[in-house]
């Protein structure tokens, strides 16, 4: 039987919410093997001087567990 199990990770970028997606997989896979799935729970940006300064995500990253 196999299992699936989900962390849940912030990560920013100074340039897209792609890219702090990207971060978030990326940075998890340096400790988590075998993620299947990564799913944007919620978004944010930093702001100064009215320019957006960093994008944030908070997103859930699903990986199989080895039985």
């Known amino acids: 039987m196999s299992v699936i199990?989900?962390?849940?990770?912030?990560?920013t970028s100074e340039n897209s919410f792609e890219e702090?997606?990207?971060n978030a997989v990326t940075e998890a896979g340096r400790t988590v093997k075998n993620?299947?799935?990564?799913?944007?729970k919620d978004m944010n940006g930093k702001v100064q001087d009215n320019k957006i300064v960093s994008y944030g995500v908070t997103?859930?990253?699903s990986f199989l567990v080895n039985d």
């Open 20 to 22: 702090a997606v990207k």
């Open 59 to 61: 997103a859930k990253i």
């Open 5 to 11: 199990k989900v962390i849940e990770v912030i990560a």
């Open 35 to 40: 993620i299947k799935s990564v799913y944007v």
